[in-house]
């Protein structure tokens, strides 16, 4: 079983950074491939960005391609999700989520994510 917390939620200018962590405990982080999903008021969650179990194969959606980087630390049990050029439409709450697998087959099917974070907000502003 996996345990997630996210952090480092805020409220961003637009054009702004912010970087994401998520703290996982549990035996089999190192051995799970990793996604960031997020959800706005009003709107389905829908999936950012994954990474393999040895951060070697990364995936974006493509509102986020080239802003997002995501990556993983597995000696510290992170993840984490840097956001650059933030703009209005990247405000949601971001939720980090445990694949049911070590390599990633359908990034953006919440359905093969097996353990979920409880999510932070992220505000971006004009």
């Known amino acids: 079983q996996v345990q997630l917390v996210e952090s480092g939620g805020g409220l961003v200018q637009a054009g702004g950074s912010l970087r994401l962590s998520c703290a996982a405990s549990?035996?089999?982080?190192?051995?799970?491939?990793m996604g960031w999903f997020r959800q706005a008021p009003g709107k389905e969650r829908e999936f950012v960005a994954a990474?393999?179990?040895?951060?070697?194969?990364?995936y974006y959606s493509d509102p986020v391609k080239g802003r997002f980087t995501i990556s993983r630390d597995n000696a510290k049990d992170m993840v984490y999700l840097q956001m650059d050029s933030l703009q209005l439409e990247d405000t949601a709450a971001y939720y980090c989520a445990a694949y049911r697998l070590r390599i990633v087959l359908s990034p953006s099917r919440a359905d093969m994510y097996s353990y979920w974070g409880q999510g932070t907000q992220v505000t971006v502003s004009s």
């Open positions: 990474i393999t179990w040895n951060g070697v194969t990364t």
């Open positions: 549990g035996r089999t982080f190192s051995s799970s491939a």
